[in-house]
């Protein structure tokens, strides 16, 4: 992606720590003839051999995954995003943009129908998202259902190669602008408002 030294996030953990936080991304492939996108939830893991896995399913009837077996993709995950209107500057020459958050992930990917992969790969995901409810829900592999289930779906994992952070927080502007923005965003009745004004504090901090 365009990335700009001044916007540019190299720090493994910072880049892992926001894949984590933000789980729900897009991973794009390639047929050879056209691209292929799809919206997942994904486990990371920066235990894994390398440069970190990133983990996840898809149904079986999802032809990405037979094109993207063995094949270099990405995946890239969003973080908040906000407006940033020129009027906030007061004065001098201005134009609107947007400020936001993005973390891109290229690897291998590589595709796997093994049970036990299966089992682990669901299991995992499943307590990712359901360890801060009231009562977590956990499945039951012996079921003639989830046994059913776990056919009509493909786990993968891809092994990452690069990482690409880009935290495009107001970064060329001066520091009056920069706190002019982050109050306006601040003061904001929308959360992804809010979120980018802390964002933009912490940057402004370091």
């Given amino acids: 992606m365009y990335l700009p030294k001044y916007y540019e996030v190299t720090n493994r953990l910072k880049l892992f720590d926001f894949m984590k936080s933000n789980n729900f991304g897009i991973l794009f492939s390639h047929t050879g003839e056209e691209p292929m996108a799809n919206h997942l939830p994904f486990i990371i893991d920066d235990a894994g051999g390398g440069n970190g896995l990133i983990l996840g399913h898809m149904a079986k009837a999802n032809r990405q995954w037979r094109f993207a077996d063995g094949q270099q993709v990405m995946v890239v995950f969003h973080g908040p995003h906000a ?9 001098g020459e201005a134009v609107p943009t947007w400020n936001y958050t993005a973390v891109h992930a290229n690897g291998i990917f590589t595709a796997s129908d093994d049970p036990v992969v299966m089992r682990e790969m669901v299991e995992r995901l499943t307590v990712q998202h359901e360890e801060s409810q009231p009562q977590p ?19 993968f994992k891809i092994e990452i190669t690069s990482l690409q952070g880009k935290w495009k927080l107001s970064q060329n502007q001066s520091d009056v602008r920069r706190e002019r923005v982050t109050a306006k965003l601040g003061s904001s009745e929308h959360e992804g408002d809010q979120q980018v004004a802390r964002l933009m504090e912490e940057d402004m901090s370091e």
């Fill in 83 to 91: 407006y940033v209107s020129p009027t906030w500057y007061q004065g």
């Fill in 137 to 155: 829900w956990k499945m039951d592999f012996s079921t003639r259902y989830a046994e059913q289930m776990m056919k009509r779906v493909v786990a």
